[in-house]
Nanobody, 120 residues
Framework: QVQLVESGGGLVQAGGSLRLSCAAS????????MTWYRQPLGKQRDIVAA???????NYADSVKGRFTISGDFAEKTLYLQMNSLKPEDTAVYYC??????????????WGQGIQVTVSS
């Protein structure tokens, strides 16, 4: 059973920084993509940043220049460095790993979510 555990969230003042971590266990499959999402209270879940196997990254416009995604595909770990945080970054953050469960099948696995609150 694949499990993703997130850590590093919490309360921070505007302008501060946090580093989220996500670690997967229980899988021997190869990781394809690793992604961070966030969901503000009462709103939909949206993508924040994505990391492809060869190092390609993509960011939501709202976090470009402030957030940095990184990870280790072999170790199945994912990170999100968040700098210059704003109150509008307040949300529950989720990591998602796309893992090959067989040679021709990929499944998505989600973390439990972790709260990030930025005070003004």
């Amino acid at each position: 059973q694949v499990q993703l555990v997130e850590s590093g969230g919490g309360l921070v003042q505007a302008g501060g920084s946090l580093r989220l971590s996500c670690a997967a266990s229980g899988s021997t499959g190869r990781v394809n993509y690793m992604t961070w999402y966030r969901q503000p209270l009462g709103k939909q879940r949206d993508i924040v940043a994505a990391l492809a196997p060869y190092g390609t990254t993509n960011y939501a416009d709202s976090v470009k220049g402030r957030f940095t995604i990184s990870g280790d595909f072999a170790e199945k770990t994912l990170y999100l460095q968040m700098n210059s945080l704003k109150p509008e970054d307040t949300a529950v953050y989720y990591c998602k790993l796309e893992i090959y469960t067989s040679p021709h099948r990929r499944d998505d696995y989600w973390g439990q979510g972790i709260q990030v609150t930025v005070s003004s």
